[in-house]
């Protein structure tokens, strides 16, 4: 089993930022990829962007060049930096990670973390 636990939601300004922080715990030595999902009220949870041990990204176009995903393996870390929030952005996030993956994410996920942008 893997342990995931987010931190660093909170309410922000349109055009702000926030940065997400996400500790692995666990059955780390089965991860490799690991990611970011959301879900607004009402909406279906969708993946917002992954990485890899190795380091290589992907991302949701309705993010791109807005957030930056980044990890660091020796703290069994994974990050999300949300530059120029808008309210859309509004959901809880979700720290994913573990196959199989799906449009939603991976197979485990953590307790989420609220993230609000007003307008």
């Known amino acids: 089993q893997v342990q995931l636990v987010e931190s660093g939601g909170g309410l922000v300004q349109a055009g702000g930022s926030l940065r997400l922080s996400c500790a692995a715990s666990g059955r780390i030595f089965s991860i490799n990829a690991m990611g970011w999902s959301r879900q607004a009220p009402g909406k279906e949870r969708e993946l917002v962007a992954t990485?890899?041990?190795?380091?290589?990204?992907n991302y949701a176009d309705f993010v791109k060049g807005r957030f930056t995903i980044s990890r660091d393996n020796a703290k069994n870390a994974v990050y999300l930096q949300m530059n120029s929030l808008k309210p859309e952005d509004t959901a809880v996030y979700y720290c994913?990670?573990?196959?199989?993956?799906?449009?939603?994410?991976?197979?485990?996920w953590g307790q989420g973390t609220q993230v609000t942008v007003s307008s």
């Open positions: 994913t990670a573990g196959l199989p993956w799906s449009s939603a994410g991976g197979d485990y």
């Open positions: 990485i890899t041990r190795g380091g290589s990204t």
